[in-house]
């Protein structure tokens, strides 16, 4: 089964009597363990797909199977819950807390669970040990650098041990080295847990990684490539 599966997906916006049509009949299909770019133009329709598939958003018609849930046919408790327990997200202004730690943030979506609080904290250091962030564990966010504001976000997406991480631009707010970085940081996360990534990104420096790429204009996919 595919862990992503969408079928002439369409989005609209009604912006009073203007209507905006981000998606027109996206079908898209994603195995478990790939590493995927969205890349497009700005206005293209990255973020109102990954909207979509991070189950953030409905679509105007079409389906969107997430691990074989129809996100349509879910409520909106049921789907919260689906989110936090299968899905990661990755922003491209991070959204950290301010006034937490580091480890607090990580520590946050295993909280929202219930599960205890040992537990929460344990895990959330493994988190940061392997984004190389142990040493600034208690720092809070405005003493990190936006490198490190990005990692401590990506440890976060991945406490829970999700099956899908969706990354809007997360390098967007980044210098290309650091941007460089944390592609490789995702990449190296989807090698060694098998943690499907599927990031946006409109910086063509940036696909050197990425195992598929889907080229998205005007909201539609124009194009796909498959890397080694
Ligand atoms: N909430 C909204 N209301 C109205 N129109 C919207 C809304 N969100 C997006 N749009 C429009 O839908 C189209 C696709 O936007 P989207 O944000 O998905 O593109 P994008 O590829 O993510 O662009 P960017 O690279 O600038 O982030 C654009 O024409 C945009 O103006
Ligand atoms: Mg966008």
Known sequence: MALVELQGVEKVYRLGETRVHALRGVDLTVEAGEFLAIWGPSGSGKTSLLNLVGMIDEPDAGSVRIAGENAAGLSENRRAEFRNHRIGFIFQSFN?????????????????????????????????????????????????????????????????????????????????????????????????????????????????????????????????????
């Open 96 to 228: 950290l807390v301010p006034v937490l730690s580091a480890l607090e943030n990580v520590m946050l979506p295993l909280q929202l669970r219930g599960e205890p609080t040992r537990l929460c904290r344990d895990r959330a250091a493994q988190r940061l040990e392997e984004v190389g962030l142990t040493d600034t564990a208690r720092h809070r966010p405005d003493r990190m650098s936006g490198g490190q504001r990005q990692r401590v976000a990506i440890a976060r997406a991945l406490v829970t041990e999700p099956d899908l991480v969706v990354a809007d631009e997360p390098t967007a707010n980044l210098d290309s080295e650091t941007s460089h970085d944390i592609v490789r940081l995702m990449r190296a996360l989807n090698d060694s847990h098998g943690t499907t990534f599927l990031f946006s990104t409109h910086d063509p420096r940036l696909l050197d990684q990425v195992k598929r790429l889907i080229r998205l204009e005007d909201g539609r996919i124009c194009g796909e490539e498959v890397r080694g």
